[in-house]
């Protein structure tokens, strides 16, 4: 990689790191910041269960920024990295922020305008004419949401949902 590195001119050192490595990544980061300026990292695998937490690793020892995650083993599938849902993945927000959307949706009045007005949120979850069901069902998940744990709340994982909640009903 010296060698390489000290042979030809480079504009920019990317740092690949894979993201199902986990923390090991700080380590591996690090040496490859000793042999050759890194100036960028890219994430790969974020299509699996990993949530990229190394990635903050591999931020510190290398000292540079995240320009890109893969998403894919096809040569099109990257994305720009994008700090705000990688965040919110990272913390496992997602069911937080839709309770708090619910809360607000129904804060807002009649809901069918309001639901018109947001932007993601299907027409099977309000169709025409059935708003009061509507609004129950949302009421619902609202109540599943109340009977589950912060732990439950904060994974992606259904297998942590406890059994008990499942032969209550409480979970759909
Ligand atoms: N699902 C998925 N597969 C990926 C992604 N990035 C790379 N791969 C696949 O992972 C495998 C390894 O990729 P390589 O580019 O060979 O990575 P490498 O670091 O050189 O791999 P090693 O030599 O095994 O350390 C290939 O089959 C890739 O297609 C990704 O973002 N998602």
Not at 141 to 159: F, G, I, Q, R, V
């Amino acid at each position: 990689m010296c060698q390489v590195s000290e042979a030809t001119k480079l504009d920019l050192v990317i740092f690949v790191m894979d993201s199902s490595i986990g923390q090991a990544v700080f380590d591996q980061a690090q040496a490859f910041k000793q042999s050759v300026s890194v100036g960028a990292t890219i994430i790969t695998k974020m299509d699996g269960h990993a949530k990229g937490g190394g990635a903050l690793s591999a931020v510190v020892a290398t000292k540079s920024s995240v320009i890109f995650i893969r998403t894919g083993e096809h040569m099109d599938d990257f994305e720009i990295f994008n700090i705000k849902p990688f965040v919110s993945q990272l913390l496992g927000m997602g069911d937080w922020i839709m309770y708090e959307k619910f809360q607000n949706i129904l804060k807002m009045g009649p809901i069918g305008q309001v639901l018109s007005m947001l932007l993601g949120f299907s027409s099977e979850l309000m169709p025409k004419g059935r708003e009061k069901e509507s609004q129950a069902k949302i009421k619902r998940y609202m109540a599943m949401m109340d009977s589950m744990t912060n732990e439950e709340l904060d994974s992606s994982n259904p297998k942590i949902m406890d059994d008990s909640q499942r032969c209550n009903g409480n979970v759909g």
